[in-house]
């Protein structure tokens, strides 16, 4: 599930939280590429990108490219700053609607697109709290009640999972209404909010000079003094402050106007008008299409571009493995919960096309499908290929909350069920507040933390942007992991997660050390000395990297169908 990446803080007298993003000085190069940066060095946890490259080079190691698939809402094939690191299907013949490479889908030389139909791509979806109310509902608390005791005694684990997400889709479905109605009614007091502060600029002393006449006026000026707090809109004209606030809103608008129609709503379902599939078969694989794009890429393009981005124009924002990956796409995130088939396609979509890491970066709290999920990591597992995963937003233990898809059967388990996967928690450039406030954590069940806050990436235009999230620190690893398995392809998954959990630089600020297995931040550097020196056998290729063998016997079941 996307969400919005903004600081929040509480707006008295509304009774809830004021969505304020801090705007960044574009010309802050240093801060652009802070994320890459040598901790030795610099004192600031970055993850050491361009001393791994040299260090590499110094063992006079070649690389070779290695296919990075992003599972995300889609990506823009075309920015300037992906386009020479995008991944082509070398047996697809592009736009000529045939299936040349006879694998199932249909002039896939980018990914392929698991949202959508021939001519249809899925944009806003529910979440999965709502699906699973929706489904077991009748079941657990229908009309007869006899009925729905036996149900449940029969069906305890779906009964389980009924009753959690009863509970979010109850309470978060509330607060998607109410947060809607709040900030419609700061978009209200806008222009109020000018007219408060029209001929003078923002500060505390302009703001405590003016009496309020209105109740609108009244609100308006507890918006205005909200926006003071932020330093960098201190001293803003009317119109700035007016524009800042128009942005802001909108996106927060938006953001709560879409769960509370549509991702809340048991009413609203677009999957059988936008792919037509039957959802409940899971044997289904070939539906979708090869709109890498969709309706909404920027979360998708954003997390290419921290894999594989290059410089170009004015623009100095890399990729950690931008020397070495091309990025494959395969839209699976809608605005709102991936759905758990999809998940699985998508897992198989990609080791089947030559994807050597794919990276995750999103998550939920209930899995209806989470055993198709499951096997198809399995699956994944048995082919050699890494599995880089976003930890979750919510600063939450995963110990107590889980967060699907998760590579540990239950919540109890100390040890996960596959070896191929990397749990990634986010990381800032505060050496005092290291785990960025948002990430989630665990000491079994998160393996490392990366940068994830202040990250400058691509975005759709072809332009770029800040973003914060695990969703960013996930690729980061993603990266780190491709500069390893292109210059030592025979590190095995295992291999490369251990390298780079061995070698962290640690910090014992805040009890950091005990948020994940590793207790730090990652050092590709390190990470390749340690892979280097415990690993590498003087081979530049193994088996498990061939190019994958097409099947040909495959028949089409439904023709054509984020980010």
Not at 293 to 312: E, F
Not at 510 to 516: E, I, L
Request: proline share 4%; aromatic share 10%.
């Amino acid at each position: 599930m996307k969400k919005i990446a903004v600081a929040i803080c509480y707006l008295a007298g509304f009774g809830w939280a004021f969505a304020q993003s801090t705007p960044i000085a574009d010309q802050d190069k240093d801060l652009m590429t802070w994320y890459h940066k040598d901790f030795a060095s610099t004192k600031v946890y970055g993850v050491n990108t361009q001393n791994a490259y040299k260090y590499l080079e110094s063992k006079g190691l070649k690389p070779k490219s290695v296919v990075v698939a992003v599972l995300d809402s889609g990506v823009q094939v075309d920015h300037p700053g992906l386009a020479p690191n995008m991944w082509k299907n070398p047996n697809e013949i592009p736009n000529n609607g045939i299936d040349d490479d006879k694998n199932g889908y249909v002039d896939d030389v980018y990914g392929w697109n698991f949202l959508g139909n021939k001519t249809k791509d899925v944009d806003v979806d529910n979440l999965e709290v709502t699906r699973v109310v929706k489904k077991y509902k009748p079941l657990f608390e229908g009309a007869d009640s006899t009925q729905n005791k036996a149900n449940q005694a029969k069906m305890p684990e779906d009964f389980a999972m009924y009753m959690k997400a009863k509970a979010e889709f109850s309470k978060k479905g509330t607060e998607a209404k109410q947060g809607y109605q709040t900030y419609s009614m700061i978009e209200q007091v806008i222009p109020n909010a000018e007219k408060l502060l029209e001929g003078k600029t923002l500060s505390g002393a302009t703001l405590a000079s003016i009496t309020p006449s209105t109740q609108q006026d009244a609100m308006a000026l507890q918006v205005l003094a909200q926006v003071a707090q932020n330093p960098d809109m201190r001293g803003k004209t009317s119109k700035e402050v007016g524009d800042f606030l128009r942005k802001d809103i909108k996106e927060a608008l938006d953001y709560f106007k879409n769960q509370a129609e549509k991702q809340y709503n048991l009413d609203f379902d677009p999957r059988a008008e936008m792919v037509g599939d039957n959802y409940d078969d899971y044997s289904e694989k070939y539906y979708g299409n090869n709109h890498y794009q969709g309706p909404d890429a920027v979360h998708g393009t954003h997390v290419a571009g921290i894999i594989a981005g290059v410089p170009q124009g004015k623009e100095i924002q890399y990729g950690v493995a931008s020397k070495v990956a091309k990025i494959m796409t395969v839209r699976t995130v809608p605005n709102g919960d991936e759905r758990d088939k999809d998940v699985a396609n998508a897992i198989r979509y990609a080791v089947d096309n030559g994807a050597k890491i794919m990276n995750m970066s999103f998550g939920k709290p209930v899995s209806p499908g989470k055993t198709h999920v499951w096997d198809a990591m399995k699956y994944a597992e048995s082919k050699g290929v890494l599995m880089v995963k976003a930890a979750g937003n919510d600063n939450e233990n995963l110990g107590e909350h889980a967060y699907y898809p998760t590579n540990f059967a239950t919540q109890q388990d100390v040890k996960p069920f596959v070896n191929n996967m990397i749990v990634v928690g986010a990381s800032t450039n505060d050496n005092a507040a290291l785990r960025a406030d948002f990430s989630n954590y665990n000491q079994y069940m998160v393996d490392v933390f990366a940068p994830g806050d202040k990250i400058y990436s691509s975005i759709p235009t072809s332009t770029y942007k800040y973003e914060q999230g695990t969703s960013m620190a996930s690729p980061v690893v993603a990266g780190a992991s491709a500069v390893l398995l292109a210059y030592m392809p025979n590190l095995t998954p295992a291999q490369v997660i251990e390298s780079l959990t061995k070698s962290v630089n640690k910090s014992s600020a805040n009890d950091f050390a005990k948020q994940s297995v590793a207790g730090g931040v990652i050092d590709v550097k390190k990470a390749a000395e340690y892979a280097y020196t415990h690993f590498y056998n003087g081979k530049n290729e193994t088996s498990s990297q061939k190019a994958p063998v097409k099947k040909t016997t495959k028949k089409i079941i439904k023709k054509t169908v984020k980010k």
